[in-house]
């Protein structure tokens, strides 16, 4: 039960964005405990909404060692070596989920993130929307996936980010209305997407709608709230407001 209470702390403290904090009650786990899927998985979400890519990418590796057939998380994996620049590595991951499973999110999420690597923005937004497209039902304790025509219906986790990398896309292509539109759909299967309300706020920045995107900014650090990039971001946001008060 002790053991028990540890790892559900360590999972409280990752879901609240308390990193850190998270890191280390997961890194005080027994080492037979802390090198499982879920703990290197665990590590690994921790590390990469730290923005530390390149350790998040090293425990996704020994997760998918340890467990090749478990796919959970890996569209964050993908994204992680889209930071990294890592063009090899992102289209060897998206082969292996293409071979593991064409019917899960988290495989078109990472060829999505493939081919926005090499800045082939009209095959992600493809990829991506075909990633929110991918339904599950479970039935009678069986998993039935499959693919259909409809939009924002929510399937799996992971559909939640692929909104949101739809809305990226987006973003690149300067098409700002699609991408707001897409990162609608994220936060209606998760309020507590931060990156969804970031996009938008980076949408609206675009727009120049400063006061709009000041809120979405603020929204999202309200569940994130130590992200140096969202503080970063509200501190331009500011800045611009000043610049056009001293104008006037």
């Known amino acids: 039960m ?3 209470r540890l790892i559900g702390e360590a999972y409280r403290r990752l879901s609240r964005y308390d ?20 703990g290197l998985t665990c590590l690994a979400k921790a590390h990469f909404h ?11 590796r020994e997760a998918m060692a340890s467990c090749p057939y ?15 620049q890592q063009e090899a590595q992102l289209s060897a991951l998206a082969q292996q989920l293409l071979a593991v499973d064409k019917g899960r999110a988290v495989t078109w999420c990472a060829l999505g993130n493939c081919f926005s690597l090499q800045k082939e ?38 559909c939640c980010y692929a909104y949101t990398l739809l809305g ?23 309020a507590r997407h931060y ?8 949408a609206l920045y675009r727009q120049d709608l400063l006061a709009p995107s000041d809120v979405h900014f603020r929204r999202a650090l309200a569940v994130h709230p130590t992200s140096r990039v969202l503080l970063c971001h509200i501190a331009v946001v500011g800045a611009v407001v000043l610049c056009h008060i001293a104008v006037v």
């Not at 730290?50 to 996704?60: L, P």
């Not at 990156?195 to 980076?202: C, D, L, Q, S, T």
């Open 2 to 4: 002790s053991l028990l």
């Open 19 to 38: 990193l850190a904090s998270s890191i280390a009650a997961f890194e005080a786990l027994p080492p037979h405990h802390l090198m499982t899927h879920f």
């Open 50 to 60: 730290s923005n530390d890519f390149q350790t998040s990418a090293s425990y996704f």
């Open 70 to 84: 478990l796919l959970q998380e890996l569209d964050y994996y993908s994204t992680a070596l889209w930071h990294l």
């Open 121 to 158: 923005h009209e095959a992600a937004i493809k990829f991506f929307s075909r990633a929110v497209q991918v339904h599950t039902k479970v039935l009678g304790g069986y998993v039935k996936l499959s693919l259909t025509k409809c939009s924002l219906v929510q399937v799996e986790p992971t």
């Open 168 to 190: 990226h896309e987006h973003v690149a292509t300067e098409e700002l209305d699609k991408a707001l539109g897409a990162y609608r759909g994220a936060v209606r299967l998760d």
């Open 195 to 202: 990156n969804a309300w970031y996009g938008m706020g980076v």
